[in-house]
């Protein structure tokens, strides 16, 4: 989507649904199962970094199969990039354009409406933890 990046969804004042623009339907397909592809040992430092780190990053979890082969694929190009004597600055935009795909920063994310959000700790309800209270007070171990 171009323009500017969105407001978070948090920062709204409303719903975007309520601001009157028309919502967009989703299609919806069947996730599979994932297989993420080892790191090539022989990239530059950098594309590996970049690859261990979309490993562990939250826009995993939408990434498929294909998604992985197109992100080993540019790993590849990055390594070579770096490890090239001669470099491009439009070689390297091209490649930056392409990690856009992935989603890889967050501005890119929240164009098409990802956010990724810190996990909310477990929590207990109120039943429970009075019940407690009261075992602590009364002395019975559990």
């Known amino acids: 989507m171009p323009g500017p990046v ?3 969804e948090a920062d709204l004042a409303r719903p975007r649904e309520r601001k009157g623009g028309p919502v967009q339907p989703v299609t919806k ?3 599979r199962e994932v297989e993420i592809p080892a790191a090539d040992l022989d990239w530059h430092p950098i594309a590996r970094r970049l690859w261990d780190s979309l490993e562990s990053s939250g826009q995993a979890d939408f990434y498929q199969n294909s998604d992985w082969a197109f992100a080993f694929s540019l ?3 990055l390594s070579v990039y770096k490890q090239s004597g ?3 600055g439009q070689m ?6 392409a990690f856009e795909r992935l989603l890889v920063a ?5 164009r098409v409406r990802i956010e990724l959000h810190e996990s909310e700790p ?4 109120a039943s ?6 009261y075992k602590k007070v009364l002395g019975i171990a559990e």
């Open 128 to 133: 429970v933890l009075a019940i407690a209270d």
């Open 106 to 110: 967050e501005g890119d994310r929240r």
């Open 86 to 88: 001669k470099r491009s």
């Open 75 to 77: 790993c590849e190009d």
């Open 29 to 31: 397909g069947v996730l």
């Open 6 to 8: 969105p407001s978070r």
């Open 92 to 97: 390297l935009q091209t490649i930056y354009s």
């Open 122 to 125: 477990e929590t207990q309800s």
